[in-house]
């Protein structure tokens, strides 16, 4: 019947069974969508559980890199100052030269 698409009414008729029988019969041997459903929807939930983690701990790496660059900037840009206001660096000797 599934496999042909005879009708209901056909096979009970050719079988000698009433057709309710045939629909509880139909029923247990079909696959239930619902089950297929609820599977499709916990593998979703938890993709989305594992995509969130995986935002949560991009975000604070990023969070990181980010509070890392203000401060090797905030650092870099008053030594230049400091530099600017005393005198010039000489790279070489690593000292200060001071302009009078």
Avoid at 40 to 52: D, T
Avoid at 61 to 68: P, Q, S, T, Y
Wanted: aromatic share 8%; proline share 1%; glycine share 4%.
């Amino acid at each position: 019947m599934l496999e042909r698409s005879y009708t209901v009414a056909e096979v009970s008729q050719r079988l000698g069974f009433s057709a309710h029988s045939l629909y509880k019969w139909v029923k247990a041997v079909k696959p239930d969508k619902s089950d297929a459903q609820a599977a499709e929807l916990m593998e979703a939930k938890s993709e989305i559980l594992r995509l969130r983690a995986q935002l949560r701990r991009i975000e604070e790496e990023r969070d990181i890199l980010k509070k890392a660059v203000v401060d090797s900037n905030g650092q870099s840009n008053s030594f230049t100052k400091i530099l600017i206001c005393i005198g010039t660096f000489d790279e070489t000797s690593k000292t200060n030269i001071y302009s009078r």
